[in-house]
């Protein structure tokens, strides 16, 4: 087959596409041109490269000759890779769920020459089935309604795109510590006590929910808000949606006991777990938890990195044309390849395809040597099979995210490579898609494009925060603190406040959308939110101070509706209504007076706090939280609203219990 226009691209999703039979385009003016000239719609289909349904779509509609002959005369056909480019999905996939109740991938949108949505939905079969219409008879109804009835379809596009524009109310009052307490008690009444997690199948992890509910137990010892974190965590890892040869989770459960996964692996859900997993492991040291992180990040370090650092975005569910076949097992392959007693010790402890722990058996087996032996082999042995498609772009906000897990992890399991990982990809975002004033969404094989989003700035700021934190390199305060300006700028909305998803660059965008619930990715308004709590602490910069009290307010309303559709805001709430300490050591690394307080503040969960190391005066200078805090002595400042106690120099009188808050009851 032929290639088509797509096969210019660099998207591994639109190269996937590249040899259909369907005249695809890119979005961009060549398409929009095109359909103006010749008063045509459009049919826009957006997904990305490890979407199985997005593969089943292209194999019985896009491939087809037939379907194709109909897209091609009467539609301009759009392909977008989602990943790519977040605006444009949020704002189609936002007219699809007002127009249908539901949206997801693939999602099929039509349009109008002005780009207004005016049909659409997710995955069209071939022909009639799933209750759905075949996708021929979409395409023949939707060109007879537009040759028919065309000032309809231009009111329907109307109507559609101005509910898009129409502001969000932003009234309300500021949000407090009764925000958390909803939450707690919505999160309690989704809770399934059985199986762990929040609703029914499909079950997803949701990995800020537990890291919040992990501050509200650390507030206010309610027993309930940890237990839901720890069946959860202990639940899933048990499950087949947990990687258990190669480490490392899947998509979501397609059940509710968390045994059939979507076998789909996304960078951003590995990063966000192990992090839940590890702030879980500093509240009660289950050694089970820093386990599952190592593993975790382990195959993201092995797997998803890149020769330069960085991290690569996803991979797919499907391989050789199945779901799953890569990780799944059979009892006859399992006896050919171990020996009799590795094989009755995997049969013990595992169930086989999918393979996932039996429930009663203790997490430490998995280190006995028969079974470490037999996990191993069936390990090498996975590796000679054909793997999933790997989608090796490098995308901004992902990397964001898992710089800051890898951060994470190297302050509590003091292991270098993650620290390592952390700063190689730091490195690459700066100095690869940053250049002082913009930073870029997408680097792919030598390709940089697309401007950033509000999650790319918010993630990256957010991950080198963390960085900081963990090798006190002033240099990654000096790139947020110039980052932060560009955030102020291209995305704060100046008239009613809170920060806008897109920057003003691209006019081809129907709505500059403002969002606060958390999706699969936290919301990039939330983490901002956090960003400027932190960036306050660390500088005394009241303007960071000021923001973050407007996010609070301009979404306060939607937040007290619908708490559970914000838990990262309200992690930001948390840290705004504790009495948040600003914490400086001074000394050498190698004190044991340095290394002690290290000791101490890592190995307890205390998320409301800044912390600073200086070891000289010049780098004592470079940083605000430092001033007149300087000793070349062994010393810890533990200060508060930049009021500080007296400086601490005998480890006997540091205790990391100072820097807990007062309980309090819901």
């Not at 289909?45 to 199985?52: D, P, Q």
């Not at 730091?426 to 390709?447: E, H, N, P």
């Not at 007076?593 to 800044?610: D, I």
Request: net charge negative.
């Amino acid at each position: 087959m032929a290639a088509n226009r797509l096969a210019q691209e660099k998207s591994p999703y639109l190269l996937q596409h590249a040899h259909n039979p369907v005249d695809w385009y890119s979005w961009g003016p060549e398409a929009f041109e095109k359909a103006k000239k010749e008063n045509k719609p459009i049919f826009l289909s957006i997904g990305y490269s490890t979407c199985h349904w997005c593969h089943v779509m292209e194999r019985e509609s896009f491939e087809n000759e037939e379907i194709a002959k109909l897209m091609n005369e009467f539609f301009v056909n759009i392909k977008v890779d989602r990943e790519e480019r977040p605006d444009v999905d949020h704002i189609y996939m936002t007219a699809i769920q007002a127009m249908n109740g539901q949206g997801g991938w693939p999602l099929s949108v039509f349009l109008t020459p002005a780009l207004e949505p005016f049909f659409g939905g997710t995955y069209f079969p071939p022909d009639r089935r799933y209750g759905r219409p075949g996708f021929p008879d979409v395409l023949r109804e939707i060109s007879r309604m537009w040759r028919e009835e065309k000032q309809k379809i231009a009111d329907w596009g109307t109507q559609i795109s101005q509910a898009l524009k129409d502001p969000r109310d932003m009234s309300g009052e500021m949000l407090s510590v009764d925000a958390l307490r909803q939450a707690y008690h919505a999160f309690k009444d989704m809770y399934d006590p059985e199986e762990g997690g929040f609703g029914g199948a499909p079950k997803f992890p949701r990995s800020e929910t537990l890291s919040l509910l992990l501050r509200i137990y650390r507030r206010t010892g309610e027993q309930k808000a940890l237990t839901m974190v720890t069946q959860t965590l202990d639940k899933m890892v048990r499950g087949g949606i947990y990687d258990h040869l190669g480490g490392g989770f899947h998509r979501y459960s397609t059940d509710a006991q968390w045994l059939v996964p979507h076998f789909e692996k996304m960078l951003y859900d590995n990063a966000l777990l192990a992090k839940s997993y590890l702030e879980a492991y500093q509240v009660d040291h289950n050694e089970m938890w820093a386990s599952v992180a190592r593993e975790t990040l382990d195959y993201v370090l092995r797997d998803m990195t890149s020769p330069e650092g960085a991290f690569y975005s996803a991979e797919d569910a499907d391989s050789e044309g199945e779901e799953g076949k890569f990780y799944v097992w059979t009892e006859k392959e399992l006896e050919e390849i171990l020996t009799p007693e590795e094989f009755w010790k995997v049969r013990e402890v595992f169930q086989i395809s999918p393979l996932h722990m039996n429930a009663s058996t203790p997490w430490s087996v998995r280190y006995e040597a028969s079974l470490s032996s037999a996990m191993q082999k069936l390990f090498n042995h996975r590796k000679k099979r054909i793997p999933p498609y790997k989608d090796d772009k490098i995308l901004a906000s992902w990397n964001g995210l898992m710089i800051s897990s890898m951060a994470f992890a190297a302050q509590i399991l003091g292991e270098k490579k993650y620290l390592e990982g952390a700063q190689k990809a730091a490195l690459f975002v700066i100095k690869t898609l940053w250049d002082g004033k913009v930073l870029k969404r997408r680097y792919r094989d030598g390709d940089v494009r697309y401007t950033g989003s509000l999650d790319d700035y918010a993630f990256v700021i957010q991950g080198l925060l963390d960085l900081y934190e963990t090798d006190f390199n002033p240099y990654w305060l000096e790139i947020v603190q110039n980052m932060q300006v560009r955030v102020d700028e291209y995305f704060w909305d100046v008239s009613q406040g809170g920060y806008f998803s897109t920057d003003s660059s691209d006019g081809t965008l129907l709505a500059r959308m403002k969002e606060i619930y958390d999706g699969a990715l936290p919301s990039g308004n939330s983490v901002e939110a956090l960003n400027l709590l932190r960036l306050h602490a660390f500088t005394g910069n009241s303007d960071y101070e000021k923001k973050s009290e407007k996010l609070f307010q301009v979404f306060s309303k939607f937040v007290q509706d619908n708490p559970q559709a914000c838990p990262s805001l309200l992690m930001a709430v948390d840290f705004a209504t504790d009495a948040v300490k600003e914490i400086v050591v001074c000394g050498k690394k190698e004190d044991s007076f340095v290394k002690g307080v290290f000791s101490q503040l890592r190995a307890n969960f205390l998320p409301n706090k800044v912390m600073s190391f200086v070891s000289d005066k010049e780098t004592a200078k470079k940083i605000s939280l430092m001033n007149g805090k300087f000793s070349p002595e062994p010393r810890l400042y533990i200060c508060e609203n930049q009021q500080c106690q007296t400086p601490i120099t005998d480890l006997n009188f540091f205790s990391s219990k100072l820097l807990m808050p007062k309980k309090y009851g819901f």
